[in-house]
Nanobody
């Protein structure tokens, strides 16, 4: 069992930045690939970014490429999502997820463990 707790969400103006954190506990963090997903009202949960077990490989949705950066610190059992140049359409609840895999994954169905989510609201 892996427990995930996100933090760092909030209200930010368009063009601003936020850094989300996801703290993991319960198992060897470095055995897990991690991902960030988001879900806006009345929309399906969508992939944002993923990272492999040691941070050597990352993958991004086209909508966030060049603006968001996923990273991890295995010594702190934490994965991060740095979000820059935020847009109104980035408004959503952001979830981190974990799967026991050395390679990253990009589909929600591939992840076993999920956090409770943190709200990100971008205003004009």
């Amino acid at each position: 069992q892996v427990q995930l707790v996100e933090s760092g969400g909030g209200l930010v103006q368009a063009g601003g930045s936020l850094r989300l954190s996801c703290a993991a506990s319960g198992r060897t963090f470095s055995s897990y690939a991690m991902g960030w997903f988001r879900q806006a009202p009345e929309k399906e949960r969508e992939f944002v970014a993923a990272i492999n077990w040691n941070g050597g490989f990352t993958h991004y949705a086209d909508s966030v490429k060049g603006r968001f950066t996923i990273s991890r610190d295995n010594a702190k059992d934490t994965v991060y999502l740095q979000m820059n140049s935020l847009k109104l359409e980035d408004t959503a609840v952001y979830y981190c997820a974990a799967v026991r895999s050395y390679a990253y994954r990009s589909r929600p169905s591939e992840y076993l463990y999920w956090g409770q989510g943190t709200q990100v609201t971008v205003s004009s």
